[in-house]
């Protein structure tokens, strides 16, 4: 009899660790069957294979070899905490769904019915320029329409939205009537994504004393900036030239960005960028393509093409993200962008200015209870390395965040900055850049012509 009910427990000890154990060693076996990207790299390997499999083998070593009564209780114990982890993803993945609706800009059929012909939304300039055929650099789109109505996101129900400056960008017109000190390049962080247009970074950069101009659109990465310098900073020509670095994407983005051979143009020695005024034979193609685009219904089918939800989901990637236990992606070498620096920094001196690198942190650096760092920097030392091998001056916001109390508090629910960030980071951008700018008037023996930057 009591060698039946023993059995029967240690029977019920596998039921109940295999699950876990299984869990691990999926997890495990998605790691090797995606080594480059989670266990090339010494910190992906442990978290992602080694642990996972040793963590496996354990409950089930434990199932068959401790006490049955105790087997069965690190079972449950086991089971119960996988059952937590997922019932808190189920709420975190609920919350974020929500969120990533709304940056995709989703609105009623009402809402869209009464919507101005001249509102766009939910675009990346990949997608425009693939739908508009786009086979040259020169020719292709770079901005928003020009006086169009560009939709940022929803938010509690209401839009969100800026209207395009003369290039198709959110800045204010008069910014082009007086003398511009700087000009920003990057992705949706700088074209101020879900923030009140007052409230984005470059706007309040202007507060702080900077008549900044802004040129970021979501989905950007370095080669498009790139284009966005070749093209805009020759007729500006602004004494310095800020390109932002989101290290969540940015990265990624450049590998893929690649592969498109107008995009690469950006690389080759006298390459035509194309002009700043939009062409009248390309506004109709424009039109159409980004018309397609704000026509289409956003879904929760976005949402999982474009952020892999599912697996996130199974992964458990939100409540990871919380406790510290989720590593990005090995990164690996694109060599490539020390080229990108390297030109944008030639055709930024060819008017005489100065070419700056801005490295944004993604907020899961700060949100964790385990110090992550570590993993995070493994990206942040390949960028550092290829501006210094360019010749570029890095403006790093890690540290800088590093050195406040609670820095998650600079990012909003989305990972883009919050109203309290971007003013945190215009103010300390703007005074860092008036100090890189009386550098480079002593350099230059540039003095005494009542510097811009230097106005109340």
């Known amino acids: 009899m009591r060698t039946g009910r023993i059995g029967g427990q240690r029977i019920a000890a596998l039921i109940l660790s295999s699950p876990v154990a299984g869990y691990f060693l999926a997890t495990a076996g998605f790691a090797i069957l995606n080594y480059s990207d989670y266990g090339a790299a010494t910190p992906q390997f442990l978290r992602y294979i080694a642990v996972p499999m040793l963590l496996a ?99 509690g129900g209401a839009v969100v939205d800026y209207s395009a400056d003369r290039f198709g960008f959110a800045n204010e017109n008069s910014v082009y009537t007086r003398t511009i000190d700087v000009l920003v390049v990057g992705d949706s962080f700088v074209e101020g994504l879900c923030l009140d247009p007052p409230q984005s970074m470059v706007s309040q950069m202007r507060r702080a004393g900077l008549n900044a101009v802004g040129m970021g659109m979501r989905g950007n990465g370095p080669l498009l900036e790139l284009a966005t310098i070749g093209r805009y900073g020759p ?26 051979p107008w995009l690469a143009e950006t690389l080759r020695d006298g390459a035509d960028f194309g002009s700043p005024q939009m062409p009248d034979t390309s506004l109709s193609r424009v039109r159409q393509a980004m018309r397609q685009v704000s026509d289409s219904e956003v879904s929760v089918a976005d949402v999982i093409a474009g952020t892999a939800l599912v697996r996130n989901f199974f992964a458990l990637q939100l409540t990871g993200t919380a406790l510290g236990l989720i590593y990005p992606k090995v990164h690996g070498e694109i ?20 070419f700056v690198l801005l490295y944004i942190p993604q907020t899961d ?28 001056e890095v403006l790093d916001l890690v540290p800088v965040f590093h050195g406040e109390p609670n820095p ?4 909003a629910a989305d990972g883009h900055f919050s109203a309290e960030g971007s003013r945190f980071i215009a103010g300390w951008l703007a005074d860092r850049l008036k100090l890189t700018r009386k550098r480079l008037d002593r350099l230059t023996g540039v003095a005494g012509h009542g510097d811009p930057l230097d106005r109340p």
């Open 57 to 155: 083998s354990l409950l089930i070593l434990s199932a068959v070899f401790l006490k049955p009564r105790l087997a069965v209780r690190v079972g449950s114990y086991a089971l119960a905490v996988l059952a937590a982890f997922f019932t808190v993803e189920s709420i975190l993945t609920y919350r974020m769904l929500k969120v990533r609706l709304a940056m995709l800009g989703q609105i009623s059929e009402s809402e869209r019915a009464a919507m101005n012909e001249k509102v766009v939304r939910g675009f990346t300039l990949k997608r425009i320029n693939t739908l508009a055929g786009t086979e040259r650099l020169s020719s292709a789109v770079l901005s928003a329409i020009p006086g169009s109505e560009v939709l940022l996101c929803t938010k």
């Open 235 to 260: 007729a500006l020509k602004p004494p310095l030239v800020v390109m932002a670095f989101f290290e969540g994407n940015d990265w990624e983005n450049l590998a893929r960005s690649l592969d498109y």
């Open 335 to 354: 060599p490539q962008y020390r080229d990108v620096l390297l030109r944008a920094r030639q055709v930024t001196q060819s008017w005489g200015g100065q």
């Open 365 to 392: 650096r700060f949100l964790g209870v385990l110090p992550t760092d570590f993993v995070f920097d493994q990206l942040r030392t390949r960028v550092l390395k290829a501006a210094e091998e360019a010749g570029v």
């Open 408 to 411: 998650a508090r600079f990012y």
